[in-house]
């Protein structure tokens, strides 16, 4: 009911019909045989795509867990970008205010606010949100190849998607990129709806983010959610070996080639304080004494890249 009465006041777009074409799409599974390229493909463009908003998206634009160059810069925007969710400055940015203002009204995607479907997918599709929040991204907004790729962010998906046709055909185009495309996005999106709503609260925070295994294999170490609500500035959100965080594996190996650097994770005297205790309330609430570890950071205050 919650997302309904939303839907209402905020009233999704017509960007909406492109979105539910591609769920349509999905019959495709009675009529379309798959080949081993094309399930290899999609496999892969899955985990890349996951990559570059994980790693990319996320942990590099958003929070700016470590450092990297203006060239690998570009190539974690781009592949985020193929994701077809929206640009890199728009993402990133809503992203600082989310964490700015988790499970409060200024929270765009908020579960409990809102309900789930309109965390999980909808507000994505409302026209009002569509503009880029450039006062919370100053610091990459200076690049004007972001720039460029923040305005023209349908570019990369639909030439990954003709690409993929021309060489793999209907079979590659549907099981590759259209099926691998909408996981993508699901996957993506339990994040922001289903680490509000299902698994443990290691740490007092102020919202009602929530840790996750299964979450974090779909998407590669992001479902160690309220770790990351409680130290933002973590490169890696699983805080213990036995928390599985591939975006963090591949980010530590890049960083042995000298392709990313100054990775940031939290001190362990830091990892043991501020934990629920047994008999607490559970989850935090929006305006309770509970706070993230860190203070909230001013877009100004943010390392330069390099």
């Known amino acids: ?58 942990r590099y634009f958003a929070h700016r867990t470590y450092k990297t160059s203006r060239v690998f810069q570009f190539i974690l925007a781009l592949l985020g970008a193929f994701s077809a969710q929206k640009g890199v400055l728009w993402w990133a940015g809503h992203h600082r205010n989310h964490h700015k203002f988790s499970d409060q009204p200024e929270d765009l995607h908020s579960p409990k606010l809102r309900g789930f479907w309109w965390s999980h997918m909808l507000w994505f599709l409302v026209p009002k949100y569509d503009e880029t929040p450039f006062d919370r991204i100053k610091d990459f907004a200076k690049y004007p190849e972001l720039r460029w790729l923040n305005k023209y962010h349908l570019v990369p998906p639909i030439a990954l998607g003709l690409v993929v046709y021309l060489t793999l055909g209907p079979s590659g185009f549907f099981w590759g990129f259209i099926l691998s495309t909408l996981l993508t996005w699901h996957g993506t999106f339990t994040i922001n709806s289903l680490s509000h709503v299902f698994g443990k609260q290691r740490y007092r925070t102020s919202d009602t983010s929530r840790n996750n295994w299964l979450l974090a294999i779909i998407t590669l170490g992001e479902g160690w959610h309220n770790n990351h609500h409680y130290f933002q500035s973590s490169v890696n959100q699983g805080f213990y070996w036995w928390e599985v965080d591939i975006s963090y594996y591949t980010l530590w190996a890049l960083s042995k080639l000298g392709i990313v650097w100054d990775l940031k994770k939290p001190p362990k005297s830091v990892l043991e304080k501020n934990r629920v205790q047994p008999g607490d309330p559970i989850p935090a609430l929006p305006g309770s004494t509970g706070r993230a570890v860190e203070e909230r950071e001013s877009v100004d205050a943010l390392p330069k890249a390099a």
């Open 1 to 58: 009911m919650a997302a309904v009465t939303a839907i209402k006041q905020e009233k999704v777009g017509i960007g909406i019909w492109p979105f539910i074409m591609m769920h349509v799409a999905v019959v495709g599974v009675f009529f379309v045989a798959p080949t081993t390229e094309a399930l290899i493909t999609g496999a892969v463009l899955y985990v890349a795509r996951m990559f570059g908003i994980t790693a990319g998206y996320h």
